[in-house]
């Protein structure tokens, strides 16, 4: 069983930089792809962000190149830089866990889920 605690979200003006933090419990966190999500009010819940367990990562169109995802798995943590923020980023943030070696885009395939993250950026 993983659980997962996000922290680093907050308000921050258009252009300005955030880094998410996902720390994992448990013994296997090297094992497990990870992805970051987020959802807008309204919205259905979208990909972000995946890396798997040798650290190759991919990106939705939306984020590429301003956003970065890492992991560090002696700290049992997955990161998400955010750089160049816009308002079309608000949304709360949402990592995940999948107990397999390779990420996907589809949220149902992630079997853990944190608490989320509200992260705001204003005009």
């Known amino acids: 069983q993983v659980q997962l605690v996000e922290s680093g979200g907050g308000l921050v003006q258009a252009g300005g930089s955030l880094r998410l933090s996902c720390a994992a419990s448990?013994?296997?966190?090297?094992?497990?792809?990870m992805g970051w999500f987020r959802q807008a009010p309204g919205k259905e819940r979208e990909f972000v962000a995946g890396?798997?367990?040798?650290?190759?990562?991919i990106y939705a169109d939306s984020v590429k190149g301003r956003f970065t995802i890492s992991r560090d798995n002696a700290k049992n943590t997955v990161y998400l830089q955010m750089n160049s923020l816009k308002p079309e980023d608000t949304a709360v943030y949402y990592c995940a866990a999948r107990s397999s070696l390779y990420y996907t885009t589809t949220p149902a395939l992630y079997g853990h889920w944190g608490q989320g993250t509200q992260v705001t950026v204003s005009s």
């Open positions: 890396i798997n367990s040798s650290g190759n990562s």
């Open positions: 448990g013994r296997t966190f090297s094992s497990y792809a």
